[in-house]
T-cell receptor, first 115, second 114 residues
Framework: GAVVSQHPSRVICKSGTSVKIECRSLDFQATTMFWYRQFPKQSLMLMATSNEGSKATYEQGVEKDKFLINHASLTLSTLTVTSAHPEDSSFYIC???????????FGQGTRLTVV | AQSVSQHNHHVILSEAASLELGCNYS??????LFWYVQYPGQHLQLLLKYFSGDPLVKGIKGFEAEFIKSKFSFNLRKPSVQWRDTSDYFC????????????FGTGTRLTIIP
């Protein structure tokens, strides 16, 4: 199947700093990418949907100024957690799909720890 | 909005036992249904999906699931589990058209005892 690569897989940062997470589709062009957050023993919660070349659509309750999403090309989307705080510590997962009604492929996730 | 319930949070079975993981969803329209597996340290991997047609869907690794519309259920089954099936399993649903967002259940951790 198609491959989606997320980088980094783990990151530890100090409170108040910003962290960028990359999501790349390696062998297909992803018109849509999704960003999820997963708390321990909980479900994946959709944070935002991004379409290449346009602004991301954020889910209710997700601060768009805190979680900046950029989808500048068909193979790359980035999530930047700005001014991170310990409560932002979580597992962040991206997925990408080539088009409507196509299978979504998931990255391996990024474990963010804010100290 | 749609929601997904996975009532079994942790299931422990012996090898060769039969498996059934429950998944129920709530949504007023037609849906597409998915089961994903997440091995430790790895990405979510699609096991199987149902879009339409035969409600009994066969997937990879010997898994199958049955869509029972009247019960809003999409339970995952495997007749004989193996140790390597130890993992986290997620059921997910997306509306059939329009808002194509996946909504996930809370997941079931499956532990297979050799």
């Amino acid at each position: 199947g198609a491959v989606v690569s997320q980088h980094p897989s783990r990151v530890i940062c100090k409170s108040g700093t910003s962290v960028k997470i990359e999501c790349r589709s390696l062998d297909f062009q992803a018109t849509t990418m999704f960003w999820y957050r997963q708390f321990p023993k909980q479900s994946l919660m959709l944070m935002a949907t991004s379409n290449e070349g346009s602004k991301a659509t954020y889910e209710q309750g997700v601060e768009k100024d805190k979680f900046l999403i950029n989808h500048a090309s068909l193979t790359l989307s980035t999530l930047t957690v700005t001014s991170a705080h310990p409560e932002d510590s979580s597992f962040y997962i991206c997925s990408a799909e080539e088009g409507p009604d196509t299978e979504a492929f998931f990255g391996q996730g990024t474990r963010l720890t804010v100290v | 909005a749609q929601s997904v319930s996975q009532h079994n949070h942790h299931v422990i079975l012996s090898e060769a036992a039969s498996l059934e993981l429950g998944c129920n969803y709530s949504y007023g329209g037609t849906v597409n249904l998915f089961w994903y597996v997440q091995y430790p340290g790895q990405h979510l991997q699609l096991l199987l999906k149902y879009f339409s047609g035969d409600p009994l869907v066969k997937g990879i690794k010997g898994f199958e699931a049955e869509f029972i519309k009247s019960k809003f259920s999409f339970n995952l089954r495997k007749p004989s589990v193996q140790w390597r099936d130890t993992s986290d399993y997620f059921c997910a649903v997306e509306p059939n058209f329009g808002n194509e967002k996946l909504t996930f259940g809370t997941g079931t951790r499956l532990t297979i005892i050799p």
